[in-house]
């Protein structure tokens, strides 16, 4: 950490920050809010099947059952979908904390406004059922919602930079920040990890000589695979134009190890 800070102590106040932004803003594009709700839906639609199932047939055995109270079937019945039903409500209330915050885009802004009341009345259903002898009422919602969502990107080919990354968008055209992958010494990323071999590719990222980017092209396309993979395309100071590929939600070693054999 203090090795970094050091780093950093070297580089201009205006080059870190606009780093900052880039780096932030790239992760948000990685994987949208609508991506992140469709993932963890699509992830506990198997497992509320197999609950529900489960909890019909113990409603039903309990309902039959002789030798206790209508009341204390329903309390049985209730309480035993609580606590089948609790880690799905866990993994859920962790997505809404990690989502549901204050918007900071267009693109969020219109997703919450679409879903935000809907998935908020699903999950208290999911919570607090009508009927616990009836699972398969209490997510109904969830699975609507899902379908919602997944239907919505299937259609979705591309979006507009601005919408859903706008201060990304708005950085000055001046800004410095070197080209991704384009900047490097001779041997750097097989033994030159010290000290000095970092601090010489820092400083030199902030040099005139730099290929740095110039421009966001504003249209970024989304490709119709499970992940939804962002292309993204760069406009250098050089004036080429370099494509990058945004991928997330996924294991990047395969990537690694073909572009090492390409």
Request: charged letters at 30%; a negative charge; glycine letters at 4%.
């Amino acid at each position: 950490r203090n090795v970094l800070e050091s780093l950093l102590a070297e580089l201009p106040r205006h080059l870190v920050c606009e780093i900052d932004i880039f780096l932030v803003e790239l992760c948000r594009i990685t994987v949208l809010w609508e991506e992140q709700w469709g993932s963890a839906l699509q992830e506990i639609q198997h497992d509320l099947m197999r609950k529900c199932v489960m909890l019909q047939e113990d409603a039903i055995r309990t309902m039959e059952s002789d030798t206790i109270t209508e009341a204390q079937k329903f309390e049985i019945s209730t309480n035993k979908y609580a606590a089948v039903m609790a880690p799905t409500l866990a993994l859920l209330d962790k997505r809404t904390r990690s989502t549901w915050r204050s918007t900071e885009t267009p693109h969020e802004e219109d997703f919450a406004k679409k879903y935000w009341q809907i998935c908020k009345e699903a999950m208290e259903s999911l919570k607090n059922p009508d009927d616990p002898t009836k699972p398969s009422d209490a997510v109904a919602g969830l699975r609507t919602i899902y379908q919602q969502i997944s239907n919505e990107m299937k259609t979705q080919k591309s979006i507009e930079l601005s919408d859903i990354a706008p201060r990304l968008h708005s950085l000055k055209r001046e800004a410095s920040i070197p080209m991704p992958g384009r900047n490097t010494i001779s041997g750097f990323g097989r033994h030159h990890s010290s000290y000095n071999s970092l601090n010489e590719i820092l400083l030199r990222s902030s040099s005139d000589d730099t290929c740095s980017i110039a421009a966001f092209v504003e249209d970024v396309s989304i490709l119709p695979t499970k992940t939804r993979p962002k292309r993204m395309d760069f406009v250098g100071s050089n004036g080429i134009t370099f494509t990058y590929l945004l991928k997330g939600r996924e294991d990047l070693r395969l990537d690694e190890r073909l572009m090492q054999l390409l």
